[in-house]
């Protein structure tokens, strides 16, 4: 029997659908029934391509005696995390609040009014390494329940008031400066990892967001230091296991601090978010290798993640089954001697085994390899490495795929558009700003749909339940804005300038605070609002990017307002923890440069747009179009007319323009060229 899953477009409820647990999706009525019966709620959240929420479901959730003992004692809730990143952040913080620690799957017991009284995250099946039985939990939670009700609301009320007392630090003084941006560099330098590249220690994430502040303060001072580790990082990175050596993109994060094993997903936000960084990193140095890391990350985003609607997919699961039909991490990936012998015969396999660091003992589990370049097998013949690139690559084509969470998430693919529009600007690939804008179109069609409002998901076409956060309206904006920038149409400007009055009106508080959710979206027991980097930009700094950059183009005081004041918290967490505040200094690098205004009275696509385009200067505008409607679509276009009647570029900063150029040369050496 299919449970109230079986209606949502969530690809991780979906999962859950024939539980023989009763569960419920997050809902007014769930807390009813909660009431009614006089039960509390269990809380499950997890998302589909977490790897722990699938052991836990195959171990408890598809049992018939715990599904059983659960029906029977308490209403059971499941969330996708990335449908609803309110829930999760609001229980997450109790979490850790609680435990010092978070993580997927989350379990957390609620009353009837939502309120947590008891957290944890994995429960095994069995009571090990200290860590009770989930049924041990479940029996455990009835008793307080049942015994201890008071102690139980006190637990609760104490929880929720300490949360609700958590109030945000924001800079509130101003926008930060030199100083903080400096400090914020020289923190960053202290957690550098000389040797490997990337910050801290394991496990390792992708630092998209401190290396994109890199490269602009880089642009903006001619700091080699900051040039040095955001080049040095993404080198590691390119030839680290993290990359898929064969078939392009990033998985989620290495669990070394060697970038040789990863944790296998591959995720949308991090691929569009390092496609940028290294078409970035490439604009900045020419360097071959970023070039050929930011086109393979674009091809397979498109080749792996786009939908039939247009849209991008969410994730690519870690799991998929091995020779033996067992599902297990990395099966999809990873490669013994043996297998390369298979593929390749003897000469050639010895070569790649050589080139890709794979060894008889392995660098994964069972004797298996991830495979990556170590570097110490002096020259190549790089058409040997192309051919038996591509006949693994077939090869690995044949075993069973990961699964792929076919959700499209509103603010992921306003990162993916961004990237797209960006390196397909950048390389001369038309085919890429073509995927942007069905991308871009979809969104409007169906987040945007009727309502005027962004839905954060949709799947197959059809749009989900859930209102969009901050970062969808950041994110998508920021998207738009590049798409802008590229194709030259002035729609994507206005699409822009809708989603940020939105912001504007629903998401800013006072003294510049921003909130994850709407004014008017459903209340929980705390309001989220964090304004650090997690695997993506805030949604606090994304949306001060974008308003930041709509300002630059329209004149508009207010965003320009809005922006500063939301920077406010930039000011003060950027010399404390700039890993965690990366998006933020990037944008506070753009406002410490201006950003430039470039107006290109010429054609989109000519060589001043493409110049214009390629211009380093931290966060820099540009709009391209020629004839009389031009100033229609770019505000920045009215009244620049071309010199002598061929094309030329205007640059202008802090209320100041440079004379009019019609010299490519000359326009790149303003752009930081």
Same mark, same amino acid.
């Given at each position: /029997?299919?449970?109230?899953?079986? !209606?949502?477009?969530?690809?991780?409820?979906?999962?859950?659908?024939?539980?023989?647990?009763?569960?419920?999706?997050?809902?007014?009525?769930?807390?009813?029934?909660?009431?009614?019966?006089?039960?509390?709620?269990?809380?499950?959240?997890?998302?589909?391509?977490?790897?722990?929420?699938?052991?836990?479901?195959?171990?408890?959730?598809?049992?018939?005696?715990?599904?059983?003992?659960?029906?029977?004692?308490?209403?059971?809730?499941?969330?996708?995390?990335?449908?609803?990143?309110?829930?999760?952040?609001?229980? /997450?913080?109790?979490?850790?609040?609680?435990?010092?620690?978070?993580?997927?799957?989350? +379990?957390?017991?609620?009353?009837?009014?939502?309120?947590?009284?008891?957290?944890?995250?994995? #429960?095994?099946?069995?009571?090990?390494?200290?860590?009770?039985?989930?049924?041990?939990?479940?029996?455990?939670?009835?008793?307080?329940?049942?015994?201890?009700?008071?102690?139980?609301?006190?637990?609760?009320?104490?929880?929720?008031?300490?949360?609700?007392?958590?109030?945000?630090?924001?800079?509130?003084?101003?926008?930060?400066?030199?100083?903080?941006?400096?400090?914020?560099?020289?923190?960053?330098?202290?957690?550098?990892?000389?040797?490997?590249?990337?910050?801290?220690?394991?496990?390792?994430?992708?630092?998209?967001?401190?290396?994109?502040?890199?490269?602009?303060?880089?642009?903006?001072?001619?700091?080699?230091?900051? %040039?040095? /580790?955001?080049?040095?990082?993404?080198?590691?990175?390119?030839?680290? *296991?993290?990359?898929?050596?064969?078939?392009?993109? #990033?998985?989620?994060?290495?669990?070394?601090?060697?970038?040789?094993?990863?944790?296998?997903?591959?995720?949308?936000?991090?691929?569009? %978010?390092?496609?940028?960084?290294?078409?970035?990193?490439?604009? +900045?140095?020419?360097?071959?290798?970023?070039?050929?890391?930011?086109?393979?990350?674009?091809?397979?985003?498109?080749?792996?993640?786009?939908?039939?609607?247009?849209?991008?997919?969410?994730?690519?699961?870690?799991?998929?089954?091995?020779?033996?039909?067992?599902?297990?991490?990395?099966?999809?990936?990873?490669?013994?001697?043996? !297998?390369?012998?298979?593929?390749?015969?003897?000469?050639?396999?010895?070569?790649?085994?050589?080139?890709?660091?794979?060894?008889?003992?392995?660098?994964?589990?069972?004797?298996?390899?991830?495979?990556?370049?170590?570097?110490?097998?002096?020259?190549?013949?790089?058409?040997?490495?192309?051919?038996?690139?591509?006949?693994?690559?077939?090869?690995?084509?044949?075993?069973?795929?990961?699964?792929?969470?076919?959700?499209?998430?509103? $603010?992921?693919?306003?990162?993916?558009?961004?990237?797209?529009?960006?390196?397909?600007?950048?390389?001369?690939?038309?085919?890429?700003?073509?995927?942007?804008?069905?991308?871009?179109?979809?969104?409007?069609?169906?987040?945007?749909?009727?309502?005027?409002?962004?839905?954060?998901?949709?799947?197959?076409?059809?749009?989900?339940?859930?209102?969009?956060?901050?970062?969808?309206? *950041?994110?998508?904006?920021?998207?738009? %804005?590049?798409?802008?920038?590229?194709?030259?149409?002035?729609?994507?400007?206005?699409?822009?300038?809708?989603?940020?009055?939105?912001?504007?009106? !629903?998401?800013?508080?006072? *003294?510049?605070?921003?909130?994850?959710?709407?004014?008017?979206?459903?209340?929980?027991?705390?309001?989220?609002?964090?304004?650090?980097?997690?695997?993506?930009?805030? *949604?606090?700094? $994304?949306?001060?990017?974008?308003?930041?950059?709509?300002?630059?183009?329209?004149?508009?005081?207010?965003?320009?307002?809005?922006?500063?004041?939301?920077?406010?918290?930039?000011?003060?967490?950027?010399?404390?923890?700039?890993?965690?505040?990366?998006?933020?200094? $990037?944008?506070?690098?753009?406002?410490?440069?201006?950003?430039?205004?470039?107006?290109?009275?010429?054609?989109?696509?000519?060589?001043?747009?493409?110049?214009?385009?390629?211009?380093?200067?931290?966060?820099?505008?540009?709009?391209?179009?020629?004839?009389?409607?031009?100033?229609?679509?770019?505000?920045?276009?009215?009244?620049?007319? !071309?010199?002598?009647?061929?094309?030329?570029?205007?640059?202008?900063?802090?209320?100041?323009?440079?004379?009019?150029?019609?010299?490519?040369?000359?326009?790149?050496?303003?752009?930081?060229?």
């Amino acid at each position: /029997m299919a449970n109230r899953l079986a !209606q949502t477009t969530s690809p991780y409820l979906l999962q859950h659908a024939d539980n023989p647990v009763d569960w419920w999706p997050w809902s007014p009525e769930a807390f009813e029934e909660a009431r009614k019966r006089d039960v509390p709620v269990l809380l499950s959240v997890g998302y589909a391509s977490c790897h722990w929420c699938h052991v836990m479901a195959h171990e408890s959730f598809e049992d018939e005696t715990v599904a059983a003992y659960l029906n029977a004692h308490f209403v059971p809730v499941k969330v996708d995390r990335e449908e609803r990143p309110d829930v999760d952040a609001v229980y /997450m913080e109790a979490v850790q609040a609680a435990t010092g620690h978070g993580g997927w799957p989350m +379990t957390v017991f609620l009353t009837a009014d939502a309120e947590p009284f008891y957290f944890g995250t994995y #429960f095994p099946p069995e009571a090990r390494h200290g860590s009770p039985s989930f049924q041990q939990v479940l029996e455990g939670v009835v008793a307080a329940w049942t015994d201890r009700r008071d102690e139980v609301a006190e637990v609760a009320g104490r929880i929720v008031a300490d949360l609700a007392g958590r109030s945000l630090v924001h800079g509130g003084d101003g926008v930060p400066g030199e100083s903080e941006v400096a400090q914020a560099l020289l923190g960053l330098t202290r957690e550098y990892d000389e040797q490997r590249g990337g910050f801290g220690g394991a496990p390792k994430f992708p630092p998209s967001m401190a290396v994109e502040f890199l490269l602009r303060h880089h642009a903006r001072t001619g700091s080699e230091g900051a %040039l040095q /580790m955001a080049a040095d990082t993404c080198s590691a990175m390119a030839r680290g *296991g993290i990359y898929d050596q064969l078939g392009g993109g #990033f998985a989620r994060y290495s669990v070394d601090r060697e970038w040789v094993v990863p944790h296998f997903e591959k995720m949308l936000y991090d691929n569009a %978010l390092l496609c940028r960084v290294y078409a970035h990193l490439w604009r +900045t140095t020419g360097s071959d290798e970023a070039r050929r890391i930011a086109l393979e990350t674009a091809d397979f985003m498109v080749r792996e993640l786009r939908t039939a609607e247009g849209g991008f997919a969410s994730a690519l699961d870690a799991d998929s089954e091995d020779a033996d039909g067992k599902h297990v991490e990395g099966a999809y990936y990873v490669w013994t001697p043996a !297998q390369l012998r298979e593929v390749l015969g003897e000469d050639d396999a010895a070569f790649a085994a050589a080139y890709f660091g794979v060894t008889e003992d392995g660098t994964f589990e069972e004797g298996a390899s991830v495979l990556r370049l170590p570097g110490d097998v002096g020259p190549v013949d790089a058409d040997r490495v192309a051919d038996v690139r591509a006949r693994l690559l077939a090869a690995r084509d044949e075993r069973p795929r990961p699964g792929r969470d076919d959700k499209v998430v509103a $603010a992921w693919n306003g990162l993916a558009i961004a990237a797209l529009a960006e390196a397909g600007a950048y390389f001369d690939r038309p085919d890429l700003v073509e995927r942007a804008t069905e991308a871009a179109d979809l969104l409007v069609r169906v987040h945007l749909g009727e309502v005027a409002r962004l839905t954060r998901t949709s799947k197959d076409g059809r749009a989900g339940d859930n209102a969009g956060v901050l970062e969808d309206y *950041g994110d998508v904006a920021e998207g738009f %804005l590049a798409l802008a920038a590229v194709t030259g149409e002035g729609a994507w400007l206005e699409f822009a300038g809708f989603l940020l009055d939105i912001v504007l009106e !629903q998401f800013t508080g006072e *003294g510049g605070q921003l909130y994850d959710t709407a004014h008017d979206a459903e209340q929980l027991i705390r309001r989220p609002q964090d304004p650090t980097d997690s695997a993506t930009p805030s *949604g606090w700094t $994304a949306a001060a990017g974008a308003l930041l950059s709509y300002a630059a183009y329209t004149g508009s005081e207010a965003h320009r307002t809005a922006a500063e004041g939301a920077l406010g918290v930039v000011k003060a967490l950027g010399p404390r923890v700039p890993r965690f505040v990366g998006w933020g200094l $990037a944008v506070a690098e753009a406002l410490l440069d201006g950003p430039r205004e470039v107006a290109v009275a010429g054609p989109v696509g000519g060589e001043l747009h493409r110049t214009a385009l390629l211009g380093r200067a931290p966060g820099a505008v540009v709009a391209a179009g020629e004839g009389p409607g031009a100033g229609a679509e770019f505000p920045l276009l009215v009244d620049r007319p !071309q010199v002598g009647g061929e094309p030329t570029a205007y640059v202008c900063r802090h209320f100041v323009c440079d004379a009019p150029t019609t010299d490519a040369a000359e326009l790149a050496v303003k752009l930081g060229g």
